[in-house]
């Protein structure tokens, strides 16, 4: 239970952080909300409370009142399913990811090939948005990573010269979120996405984490698994059926 409430901290602090500079973020003892008008992230809306029918209509009603496009993220232990009451309070699945850990306590083999250069200005924040948009087919703004890079860790992966991907570190505690892990349509089955991981993980070591969390696709859930990563729960996410 600790790593499920550590991996779903880690993200929705995540959330929250990269909100805040737009005021985007909103809470009260049974909802939270972040978003961005105009933008594709993070716009999530969520509850850490046991779910009912009344937070669900709660949620979908705030959701008809967004310009935002929020989606509906549900975290579900591994035996719980709730999908079947969400769809029929007016949502639909849009997909699934497993929520994964590792403990952290030896450090991994690390390829001499790869660098991460960590966004410290607006050109880079520029860099970065425009690789993650090829790279995953939706947008993180600029304007969204430079108002939020003091905070949390965003890095452009090079191959010497040769840009591969990104992904964002991001700590709180002694817990290693590991983000938005892309490696760019020409630069897959490269054996890339391994190295990455072996890279930002040893760099989450050095700084005194002690878990690594992450949400994984269902493309990259294996190579997690071979790293040792253990699914705790799952996060659903929903948009209204209406959208």
């Known amino acids: 239970m600790e790593n499920i409430k550590n991996n779903i901290n880690n993200l929705t602090n995540l959330w929250t952080i990269a909100?805040?500079?737009?005021?985007?973020?909103?809470?009260?003892h049974l909802i939270s909300c972040c978003q961005i008008n105009n933008a594709e992230w993070p716009n999530r809306i969520w509850t850490t409370q046991q779910l009912s029918v009344d937070i669900i209509q709660s949620i979908k009603e705030i959701?008809?009142?967004s310009n935002a496009n929020?989606?509906?993220?549900?975290?579900?232990?591994?035996?719980v399913n709730n999908t079947t009451l969400i769809e029929s309070l007016g949502f639909k699945l849009t997909s699934s990811l497993p929520g994964m850990s590792l403990k952290l306590n030896q450090y991994f083999p690390q390829s001499t090939r790869i660098n991460l250069k960590m966004v410290t200005n607006k050109a880079e924040a520029k860099k970065w948005s425009s690789i993650f948009k090829e790279a995953f087919g939706y947008l993180i703004s600029a304007e969204t990573v430079l108002k939020s890079m003091?905070?949390?860790k965003y890095y452009i992966i090079y191959d010497k010269k040769t840009v591969i991907g990104?992904?964002?570190?991001?700590q709180n505690n002694n817990i290693a979120?590991?983000?938005?892990?892309?490696?760019?349509?020409?630069?897959?089955?490269?054996?890339?996405?391994?190295e990455i991981m072996h890279f930002i993980l040893n760099e989450a070591l050095k700084q005194g984490a002690t878990l690594a969390t992450l949400q994984a696709s269902s493309i990259a859930k294996k190579m997690y698994e071979n790293l040792g990563f253990k699914i705790d729960f799952t996060?659903?996410?929903?948009?209204?059926k209406t959208q």
């Open 166 to 170: 990104t992904i964002i570190l991001h």
């Open 150 to 152: 003091d905070k949390i």
């Open 70 to 79: 929020l989606r509906f993220v549900n975290f579900e232990n591994l035996e």
């Open 235 to 240: 996060m659903n996410n929903y948009k209204l």
């Open 177 to 194: 979120g590991i983000h938005s892990l892309g490696v760019l349509p020409d630069m897959r089955g490269k054996g890339y996405a391994k």
């Open 63 to 65: 959701s008809e009142n």
């Open 19 to 28: 909100s805040k500079p737009f005021n985007g973020f909103a809470t009260d």
